[in-house]
């Protein structure tokens, strides 16, 4: 069974970088065609997709955040990788990575892991 | 606030039937499949209906799904206390160039 973890700091200082991964178990991330991505969700708010990236690379990134994430793939330690530059108190959240099926369709999720932005 | 709009939230008794709506535009919902996720208090979302209307392994055939034009309602019949929880819709978005969630509804079984 496919298993999600996310891993990472769960405090960073405004301005700084924000860096967490996801380590898949029970699968490659290689192996199956799949896009792999993140999600986060604000306290007490909806979804926003991040970003996600195939086991080759190419990546996507939301619009509104494209200039300060970066999520990359490292095949052989079955992760991948997110970086958000220069964060400020509307970057706390919950951080979700997940494997996409299809577009818009996330069907294997992390159980998430809270980061909060503060000094 | 969210480009596809849901209620905040909704309310039913057990063996209800309820819907929660989720209403876009032609450049998302008229154009692209919607998906469905349940996320249950304290845990991660969970992928609950996919390509409209397909249900992924173990979802329950309660929950369907009925999309009209821009407006792509789940419903949820034979209501249970343990449908309780937080339900979002999302699709892609050919003007933004991305995926748009609608903003929740969080579903109460009274």
């Known amino acids: 069974q496919l298993q999600l973890q996310e891993s990472g700091p769960g405090l960073v200082k405004p301005l700084e970088t924000l860096s967490l991964t996801c380590t898949v178990s029970?699968?490659?991330?290689?192996?199956?065609?799949?896009?792999w991505g993140w999600i986060r969700q604000s306290p007490g708010k909806g979804l926003e997709l991040i970003g996600n990236?195939?086991?080759?690379?190419?990546?996507y990134s939301n619009p509104s955040l494209k200039s300060r994430v970066t999520i990359s793939v490292d095949t052989s330690k079955n992760q991948f990788s997110l970086k958000v530059t220069s964060v400020t108190a509307a970057d706390t959240a919950v951080y979700y990575c997940?494997?996409?099926?299809?577009?818009?369709?996330?069907?294997?999720w992390g159980q998430g892991t809270l980061v909060t932005v503060s000094s | 606030q969210s480009v596809l709009t849901q209620p905040p939230s909704t309310s039913g008794t057990p063996g209800q039937r309820v819907t929660i709506s989720c209403s876009g535009s032609s450049a998302n919902i008229g154009n692209n499949p919607v998906n469905w996720y349940q996320q249950l208090p304290g845990t991660a979302p969970k992928l609950l209906i996919f390509?409209?209307?397909r249900r992924p392994s173990g979802v329950p055939d309660r929950f369907s799904v009925s999309k009209s034009g821009t407006s792509a309602p789940l419903a949820i019949s034979g209501l249970q206390s343990e449908d309780e929880a937080d339900y979002y819709c999302?699709?892609?978005?050919?003007?933004?160039?991305?995926?748009?969630f609608g903003g929740g509804t969080k579903l109460t079984v009274l």
């Open positions: 390509a409209d209307s």
């Open positions: 999302a699709a892609w978005d050919d003007s933004l160039n991305g995926v748009v």
């Open positions: 990236v195939y086991y080759s690379g190419s990546p």
């Open positions: 029970g699968g490659s991330i290689s192996g199956s065609g799949h896009n």
């Open positions: 997940a494997r996409l099926l299809g577009v818009a369709v996330f069907d294997s």
